[in-house]
T-cell receptor, first 114, second 112 residues
């Protein structure tokens, strides 16, 4: 059973398009995150949600809009895609809010903007 | 806020030991360690919360110094399966608004 699953695994699109990535977790966790990993493997937090409520927005451009319909799902919609958005996007979840609880990552979505 | 990880890369033969360091200029609330294999998700290894804490089992363990500004990950008698990129993540505060900031990673390669 996959704990944190995200779709699609690969996404290739052109500049200016809008795309979405979906994430679901079956761990019963209250907190979910989006992380971005660039080509140099730098992992950076983008958003965190706790029980459908936005907790952290780490100065991400407003072209990125997360949505959490329930605590098991956190989707990421990206408008007007730019070349610099190319990266691997990881969804993650944790049992507790804050930083004293391990992160469980999904397998990532590799976004390529051409 | 981003911790400094060293070294950037390590190459070992099976059976050799390695130490990866993670440091910050400020006291940390927590330190996480993750391993990421190529093309896969980062996988949680361990978390340290208290100054002076040591954790893990005999092959992979970690410490958190008393001042809570440095953590080290110890890999002993390395195996081929240890290859991957190791990340430390540091928590900046204990509140529910705490963020985890990751280091740049240490690429570990174990050869037979």
């Amino acid at each position: 059973d996959t704990a944190v699953s995200q779709t699609p695994k690969y996404l290739v699109t052109q500049m200016g398009n809008d795309k979405s990535i979906k994430c679901e977790q079956n761990l019963g966790h209250d907190t979910m995150y989006w992380y971005k990993q660039d080509s140099k493997k730098f992992l950076k937090i983008m958003f965190s949600y706790n029980n459908k409520e936005l907790i952290i927005n780490e100065t991400v451009p407003n072209r990125f809009s997360p949505k959490s319909p329930d605590k098991a799902h956190l989707n990421l919609h990206i408008n007007s895609l730019e070349l610099g958005d190319s990266a691997v996007y990881f969804c993650a979840s944790s049992q507790l809010q804050g930083t004293n609880s391990p992160l469980h990552f999904g397998n990532g979505t590799r976004l390529t903007v051409t | 806020q981003q911790p400094v990880q060293s070294p950037q890369a390590v190459i070992l033969r099976e059976g050799e030991d390695a130490v990866i360091n993670c440091s910050s200029s400020k006291a940390l609330y927590s330190v996480h360690w993750y391993r990421q294999k190529h093309g896969e998700a980062p996988v949680f290894l361990m978390i340290l919360l208290k100054g002076g804490e040591q954790k893990g089992h005999e092959k992979i363990s970690a410490s958190f110094n008393e001042k809570k500004q440095q953590s080290s990950l110890y890999l002993t008698a390395s195996q081929l399966s240890y290859s991957g990129t190791y990340f430390c993540g540091t928590g900046d505060r204990g509140s529910t608004l705490g963020r985890l900031y990751f280091g740049r990673g240490t690429q570990l390669t174990v050869w037979p």
